[in-house]
């Protein structure tokens, strides 16, 4: 019998090395400062955007999931995740845990300038023994700007249970 782990680890298995493509909308002052604020950030430099030295700072493109029109609800999973987050897992009830991530920052941020993020499945793998068995996936995400290219490299890695 299939469980859904075993989908889950079909439909990654054929999805490795496949480029999808997301639009995130072009950066703005407003969206950058409030994310420094959220994270209880005290640089003026990502606080004040009349500054000359105003930037956008560095976690905030790696933190884009979405554009600035954001999701619908049939976008969610019932824990609240995107329901593409983590690959193969659309629709099956299965447990999803954060992984850990790598991050690889290129250059800074430009304001004003179209982002999109680039994101291939890199690897699958069986972790674990028996019933407790999981998934590992591991996804990497290339964030770029339109005119100066890659901002940042985020490797993720997330457990599916």
């Given at each position: 019998?299939?469980?859904?782990?075993?989908?889950?680890?079909?439909?990654?298995?054929?999805?490795?090395?496949?480029?999808?493509?997301?639009?995130?909308?072009?950066?703005?002052?407003?969206?950058?400062?409030?994310?420094?604020?959220a994270c209880a950030e005290d640089d003026p430099?990502?606080?004040?955007?009349?500054?000359?030295?105003?930037?956008?700072?560095?976690?905030?493109?790696?933190?884009?999931l979405r554009g600035p029109s954001g999701a619908?609800?049939?976008?969610?999973?019932?824990?609240?995740?995107?329901?593409?987050?983590?690959?193969?897992?659309?629709?099956?009830?299965?447990?999803?845990?954060?992984?850990?991530?790598d991050v690889d920052f290129h250059r800074p941020?430009?304001?004003?300038?179209?982002?999109?993020?680039?994101?291939?499945?890199?690897?699958?793998?069986?972790?674990?023994?028996?019933?407790?068995?999981?998934?590992?996936?591991?996804?990497?995400?290339?964030?770029?700007?339109?005119?100066?290219?890659?901002?940042?490299?985020?490797?993720?890695?997330?457990?599916?249970?």
């Amino acid at each position: 019998m299939r469980t859904p782990l075993d989908i889950v680890h079909e439909r990654v298995s054929a999805a490795i090395g496949t480029r999808e493509h997301r639009d995130l909308g072009s950066v703005r002052p407003d969206e950058a400062v409030a994310f420094a604020r959220a994270c209880a950030e005290d640089d003026p430099r990502y606080l004040e955007p009349d500054r000359p030295d105003f930037a956008v700072h560095p976690m905030y493109v790696p933190s884009l999931l979405r554009g600035p029109s954001g999701a619908r609800d049939e976008d969610y999973r019932a824990d609240g995740m995107f329901a593409d987050e983590v690959p193969g897992t659309s629709g099956l009830d299965v447990r999803l845990m954060a992984g850990g991530q790598d991050v690889d920052f290129h250059r800074p941020t430009p304001l004003g300038e179209r982002i999109g993020a680039d994101r291939v499945v890199d690897r699958i793998e069986w972790k674990g023994r028996g019933d407790a068995r999981f998934l590992l996936i591991t996804v990497v995400k290339t964030y770029r700007a339109a005119a100066v290219g890659a901002l940042a490299t985020v490797t993720e890695r997330f457990i599916v249970r």
